[in-house]
Structure formats: C-alpha cells, structure tokens
Antibody
Framework: QVQLVESGGGVVQPGRSLRLSCAASGFAFSNYGMHWVRQAPGKGLEWVAVLWHDGSVKYYADSVKGRFITSRDNSKNTLYLQLNSLRDEDTAVYYC???????????WGQGSLVTVSS | DIQMTQSPSSLSASVGDRVTITCRASQGISNYLAWFQQKPGKAPKSLIYAASSLQSGVPSKFSGSGSGTDFTLTISSLQPEDFATYYCQQYITYPWTFGQGTKVEI
C-alpha cells in the first residue's frame, strides 16, 4: 500500500536551515507529482509547494517563495524540502502528499514537526 | 490567489443529525474542489474530489455538491467517528488553497 514517511523535523533557531525528507513506497514514485502541506499549531492547512514527477516544474506558496526549495531523487523514491531563513511563523507540522490529476492529495504522510524558536 | 471561505467555522451537532458545510471560492473553480476530514493529531483524509465524487472506501453518508463558486459537504447522519474538522480545497490553479476549516463538535 502507499506509504509516505516524513523525517528531519526538529527545533531550529530563526534564520537557520533544515531539510525534510519524505520517503515513498507502494507506488511508482517517479510517475507522481508530490506536494508539501503544512499546519501551524492549532491552525488550518496551508499548501506549501508542488514538484512535478520529473522535477521539471515547481510551484511555491508566496509565504515560502525564495526561502524553501523542494527537490526529489527518483532513484531513492524520496522527496525533499529545504527550509532556509526560517521564521517563527514557519513552525508547523509539514506533510508530504500525493495523488493524481483527478484525485489530488489522496495520500498523506504522518507529518514532521518543525519548531522555529530561539 | 483564490480565497476559499468556509461556513460555519464551527458547529455543534448530535449523533444522527444531518450536517451541511458550505465552501465559497473567490472566483470560479469549475468542479476542482476537494474535501478533507482531519482528526486531532492525524493527517488529513481525502473524502471527496471533483466536488461530488466520493473517494474509495469513504461511506456514502458523505456527499458533496456544487460547481463554480459555491459548494457544500453534507453528512447525512452524524456518527461519533465523524466529529472532526473538515476542509475544502481548490486545485484548479496554483497556489492551491484551503478553506479555514469547520470544526464539527458534539
């Protein structure tokens, strides 16, 4: 079955960097676009970024554009999110998710908590 | 960016009640609308895609309708496991956007 497992979260100081990983299994990873969605404590869902199946196209939310970079290694079935210049407001659980053109965001990981604090 | 507005933000209901949640888009999104259920401490679960299509394995007590700018999610007979927060989301254009959520409480 489809499985997405995020890792790499933790506590980081403002202005520093962190890299999240999302390990995928149970489906043909290289055929699927992948998304990042985050949720600040007690808040709603915020879409963060998407990366095309072949890495050719990326889109980002305005709130992270220029600071976050998503990438993938299809040989390792792994998606990455590089979080740079972190701010307090980036504190959130970060989910990776995937689906297809007709059933977007069908599968979700369990999430990885990033806490930005001095 | 397309803004998604849900109403109400929260509601209290009883087991067996019929519940309707509304989602309005700031511009037309055809039927590129999904609904998610989220329970505390858990990842969101996809319920409905294309405004009215039920995801595999989702009970038929959930239904969605609408097109253009106005959409609804209906739970026909609320059960204890349905108490959760529900989100709508548009996927017609990037950045994808979610509604602020509707918390369904006992």
């Amino acid at each position: 079955q489809v499985q997405l497992v995020e890792s790499g979260g933790g506590v980081v100081q403002p202005g520093r960097s962190l890299r999240l990983s999302c390990a995928a299994s149970g489906f043909a990873f290289s055929n699927y676009g992948m998304h990042w969605v985050r949720q600040a404590p007690g808040k709603g869902l915020e879409w963060v970024a998407v990366l095309w199946h072949d890495g050719s196209v990326k889109y980002y939310a305005d709130s992270v554009k220029g600071r976050f970079i998503t990438s993938r290694d299809n040989s390792k079935n792994t998606l990455y999110l590089q979080l740079n210049s972190l701010r307090d407001e980036d504190t959130a659980v970060y989910y990776c998710a995937t689906g297809n053109s007709s059933k977007p965001l069908l599968y979700w990981g369990q999430g990885s908590l990033v806490t930005v604090s001095s | 960016d397309i803004q998604m507005t849900q109403s109400p933000s929260s509601l209290s209901a009883s087991v067996g009640d019929r519940v309707t949640i509304t989602c309005r888009a700031s511009q037309g999104i055809s039927n590129y609308l999904a609904w998610f259920q989220q329970k505390p401490g858990k990842a969101p679960k996809s319920l409905i895609y294309a405004a009215s299509s039920l995801q595999s394995g989702v009970p038929s007590k959930f239904s969605g309708s609408g097109s253009g700018t106005d959409f609804t999610l209906t739970i026909s007979s609320l059960q204890p496991e349905d108490f959760a927060t529900y989100y709508c989301q548009q996927y017609i254009t990037y950045p994808w956007t979610f509604g602020q959520g509707t918390k369904v409480e006992i």
